[in-house]
């Protein structure tokens, strides 16, 4: 019963999108730019069956004992709806003194992805844990509240469409463990450690380069 009632934690967070679940994070010192950025998709490349979460579960005071492993699936990358990181991406660069492109909360601003320097992320691996438990004061109902941790490898794609080419490809791993157990904390999770990874991506100098304006603009290279 407890897992079935983990797994449908899980599996309601990721088709409901987790809409409440945030990814804050500290400012990042900011750097002088003069282009705008836009993230334009992300894209999972992991084979179909690969192990990618533990499911846990505890009972009070036990610790947490694996009851399942999760595989990736079609529908896996639903997990965390690109709206929620393309607004994560958003924030963390901004953070950093990047300019974004766009106003996702201006209704009549045109979409302007296809003017400026595009970023996409390619998630290449994802190791996973989670730890349901039933909070103290709410035993008897079916609210599932997660501690956990995650890795996330993500190869970063910095185009430039003024050029018609790749500027660079950034690897990142970002992580993030919690043994706090938060509501929808799966999706905080995952959240969170794709944060890492845009942190990472901000501060590397691949990705300062290709951002800093006049390079994006310039003749494309030789050879």
Not at 139 to 161: D, N, P
Request: net charge neutral; aromatic share 6%.
């Amino acid at each position: 019963m407890k897992t079935k009632r983990v797994l449908a934690a899980v599996l309601s967070l990721a088709m409901a999108g987790a809409a409440q679940a945030q990814a804050p994070s500290e400012a990042r010192p900011a750097t002088s730019v003069s282009q705008p950025i836009s993230f334009t998709r992300i894209a999972f490349r992991l084979p179909m069956g690969t192990p990618w979460a533990r499911l846990q579960y505890a009972d009070f005071p036990m610790p947490c004992r694996e009851i399942e492993v999760m595989t990736w699936q079609p529908t896996s990358d639903r997990i965390v709806p690109q709206e929620d990181l393309e607004r994560i991406f958003r924030e963390e660069i901004g953070r950093s003194g990047f300019r974004v492109s766009g106003d996702p909360s201006n209704l009549f601003e045109q979409d302007r992805k296809e003017s400026d320097l595009q970023v996409g992320a390619l998630v290449t691996g994802i190791d996973a844990t989670f730890c349901g438990k039933t909070p103290l004061t709410l035993a008897t109902t079916e609210r599932i509240i997660m501690s956990g941790s995650a890795r996330m490898t993500i190869e970063w794609q910095v185009y430039s469409t003024v050029q018609a080419r790749l500027l660079a490809r950034v690897p990142t791993v970002g992580a993030y463990t919690t043994k706090t157990a938060l509501d929808a904390g799966n999706i905080v999770i995952l959240q969170r450690a794709f944060a890492d990874s845009v942190q990472q991506l901000a501060a590397s100098d691949a990705f300062r380069q290709a951002a800093s304006g006049p390079a994006a603009h310039a003749a494309p290279a030789q050879g």
